[in-house]
């Protein structure tokens, strides 16, 4: 299982982790369209975007949920933002490179926050409604809550757990990192130690949520905790629990086009897709995978024939679900190598079917084109992993979570555990690349042949 918190390096590694952020930092008004660097009083697991609030001329308002791991001093919580994501080529260069590493950004302002009942370690939000999120902590069950109608509470020593307004039960052992959501209907997944994967509905609970929140809870209420745990809850059984893992269950996720077919990895070294239709059995079961531990996994929106797969192993590889296999062992159409330590998280662009990101212990977050491997041989690129164009070198510790922003599609929020670097509790940054890399070449050509008589009288 991935281990969220590590010891520090050698003095060699740490010399080169901080020449290598300088390097970055020098670059950014260079490589940058926006960057908005946020010092987090806490270490964050999971960041995720909520829905668009607000659009204006310059910028838009946008919810973002973030989780605070405490050291105890003060409850868990799950904190709902409000940030201003400034549009497209709007900032200027010489103010997105003036960023303090120990101070607060303007752009992310704390809205509201709910006191967890335990440390979150991953929040996921509902398609169909995003104010509806799921949690997991350190216990067998799934956490609902519907962030606009749970009361704001102040995390001082002693406060009793916000009361979640749903409870998902089913595993029979802790249920740490493994969760999401169905994009097509409100069904949850999840997996854990009990080395199951589970599935509910809650579509029976979606639409009164918000009623019923309101009509159990006066405005000062606290909410209550029996034995430590979160009382009064509803809670709702498994629809369905899918065995045949042989070690934790890490990941988990649904095939975008069919709420019955989902996929998981685990410490086993599996990938293991399923069909709720057919059964509790695996449907194919891919041995051997990586060569090591799996820890994240995502399934193609746009071209759900492929499925992305990250593991302790340190690479990134991609899986054709028509042809998973060769012999009982995985057989990947793309290893990518561009990264040094464990990869943690891996997700794929919203709207670019050959666009993904891949995140590790290593600091850095790659952003690849898998569309791009192979073009680019014998042009001086020899250096670079094939399909790798973009490399986020702005955190200086392991990046635990990411997520690419529906609304904004090249704008990416990630976090990540470099506390003791900044004098915080991590680093939370929100950035977006300068349009030129990722825009289609030809485009971008014509964009500067405009420009070329005034580069001229400057070269001049």
């Known amino acids: 299982m991935k281990e969220r918190a590590g010891g520090r390096g050698s003095a060699s590694s740490e010399a080169s982790v901080e020449e290598r952020y300088a390097q ?21 697991l999971s960041c995720r975007w909520g829905p668009q609030l607000e659009q204006a001329t310059y910028k838009n308002r946008q919810r973002l949920y973030l989780s605070e791991q405490t050291d105890g001093s003060v409850p868990n919580t799950l904190v709902i933002a409000n940030c201003e994501v400034v549009k497209p080529r709007v900032a200027a260069a010489e103010h997105i490179a003036q960023f303090n590493e120990e101070a607060r950004s303007p752009f992310v302002k704390k809205w509201k926050t709910i ?8 929040i996921r939000e509902l398609p169909q409604n995003s104010k509806i999120v799921a949690t997991h902590t350190d216990s067998p069950d799934v956490l609902i809550w519907d962030v606009e109608s749970q009361p704001n509470r102040h995390p001082v020593l002693g406060a009793s757990p916000s009361r979640p307004d749903l409870v998902l039960t089913g595993h029979q052992d802790n249920a740490e990192f493994a969760l999401a959501m169905c994009p097509t209907e409100p069904f949850v997944l999840s997996g854990g130690k009990d080395q199951s994967v589970v599935l509910w ?20 209420s606290k909410g209550g905790a029996v034995n430590g745990k979160p009382s009064e809850s509803p809670t709702i059984q498994a629809r369905g629990i899918f065995q045949g893992h042989t070690d934790t269950v890490e990941d ?77 062992v995985g057989s990947p159409i793309h290893i990518l190598e561009g990264h040094s330590a464990a990869v943690l998280c891996v997700q794929w ?20 084109d898998y569309g791009k491997i192979g073009k680019l041989e014998g042009a001086g690129s020899s250096n670079s992993p094939h399909g790798l164009f973009f490399r986020h070198a702005g955190h200086r ?16 929020v990630s976090v990540s555990e470099d506390g003791e670097k900044t004098g915080g509790g991590g680093t939370l940054q929100i950035w977006r690349m300068m349009d030129m890399l990722y825009r289609p070449e030809e485009e971008v050509l014509a964009e500067l042949d405009k420009f070329k008589s005034h580069l001229l009288t400057c070269a001049s």
Not at 349 to 368: H, K, M, Q, T, Y
């Open 24 to 44: 970055w930092k020098s670059l950014v008004p260079i490589l940058y369209d926006w960057l908005a660097n946020h010092n987090l009083v806490w270490p964050s």
């Open 115 to 122: 006191i967890h009942p335990g440390e979150v370690n991953r």
């Open 201 to 220: 509905s809650i579509h029976d609970h979606i639409s009164s949520l918000s009623a019923d929140q309101g009509a159990a809870k006066s405005p000062g």
């Open 252 to 328: 988990v996720q649904f095939c975008p086009s069919s709420p019955q077919e989902f996929c998981s990895v685990g410490d086993d070294s599996c990938l293991v897709l399923w069909d709720a239709r057919t059964g509790s059995a695996p449907v194919v079961k891919v041995e051997k995978a990586h060569n090591a531990d799996l820890h994240c996994v995502d399934w193609n929106p746009i071209d759900v024939n492929l499925i992305l797969t990250g593991s302790a192993d340190n690479t990134v590889r991609m899986f054709d679900r028509r042809n998973l296999t060769n012999g009982g």
């Open 349 to 368: 662009s919203p709207d670019r079917s050959s666009v993904f990101g891949s995140a590790a212990e290593d600091g850095i977050l790659n952003i690849w």
């Open 397 to 412: 510790d392991k990046v635990v979570d990411f997520h690419w922003n529906s609304s904004d599609p090249w704008t990416i």
